[in-house]
T-cell receptor, first 116, second 113 residues
Framework: DSGVTQTPKHLITATGQRVTLRCSPR?????VYWYQQSLDQGLQFLIQ???????AKGNILERFSAQQFPDLHSELNLSSLELGDSALYFC???????????????FGPGTRLLVL | AQSVTQLDSHVSVSEGTPVLLRCNYS??????LFWYVQHPNKGLQLLLK??????LVKGINGFEAEFKKSETSFHLTKPSAHMSDAAEYFC???????????FGQGTTLQVKP
């Protein structure tokens, strides 16, 4: 158990809908990262927050957004869902924002999203 | 820009024989490198990481990796495979100082009895 929790574990929804994925980082970790794992794209970095502020952005679609709240939990919002958004979404956390000597990121169990 | 290439998409070994999973990296500066493992229907677990200290890195469950700058490689090894090692393995490089991780495409390790 990494100490990172994600809810829900599974989510089935329809095209055009909107969903919210939730992540609670390990106690004491200030950074939260979101990754998407799909069969065709592999594991891709989406976005990072550090202590409530957006720190880095990856290949995140404009239909997707995220935020980190004062209690440090984070939510990833996916809207106008398409079939291709079906994937496993991971959240990870680390103590620091990321430096040249990289802090270890601890991953949650993921949320499996299926868009029908 | 940073990138990693895992040279084998699938590796099959017999239980008790050595494991070698190959990874080459590309980085414009001294990288931090990791190996993560993903068991079926599970999250990602850190096996080991290299952060410019010793070039031979020991990880959990008997795995090791050696950082070779001249070859830009970070291969993962284990002397003797166990059935429980069957999983997907990812070689990962950190991307600049933001904490972004860049994953290889993964290597599926099959362990035969």
């Amino acid at each position: 158990d990494s100490g990172v929790t994600q809810t829900p574990k599974h989510l089935i929804t329809a095209t055009g809908q909107r969903v919210t994925l939730r992540c609670s980082p390990r106690s004491g970790d200030l950074s939260v990262y979101w990754y998407q794992q799909s069969l065709d794209q592999g594991l891709q970095f989406l976005i990072q927050y550090y202590n409530g502020e957006e720190r880095a952005k990856g290949n995140i679609l404009e239909r997707f957004s995220a935020q980190q709240f004062p209690d440090l939990h984070s939510e990833l919002n996916l809207s106008s869902l398409e079939l291709g958004d079906s994937a496993l979404y991971f959240c990870a956390s680390s103590v620091a924002p990321g430096t040249a000597i990289q802090e270890t990121q601890y991953f949650g169990p993921g949320t499996r999203l299926l868009v029908l | 820009a940073q990138s990693v290439t895992q040279l084998d998409s699938h590796v099959s070994v017999s239980e008790g024989t050595p494991v070698l999973l190959r990874c080459n990296y590309s980085s414009s500066y001294s990288p931090s490198l990791f190996w993560y493992v993903q068991h079926p229907n599970k999250g990602l677990q850190l096996l080991l990481k290299y952060t410019s200290a010793a070039t031979l890195v020991k990880g959990i469950n008997g795995f090791e990796a050696e950082f070779k700058k001249s070859e830009t490689s970070f291969h993962l090894t284990k002397p003797s495979a166990h059935m429980s090692d069957a999983a997907e393995y990812f070689c990962v490089v950190s991307g600049s100082n933001t904490g972004k991780l860049i994953f290889g495409q993964g290597t599926t390790l099959q362990v035969k009895p």
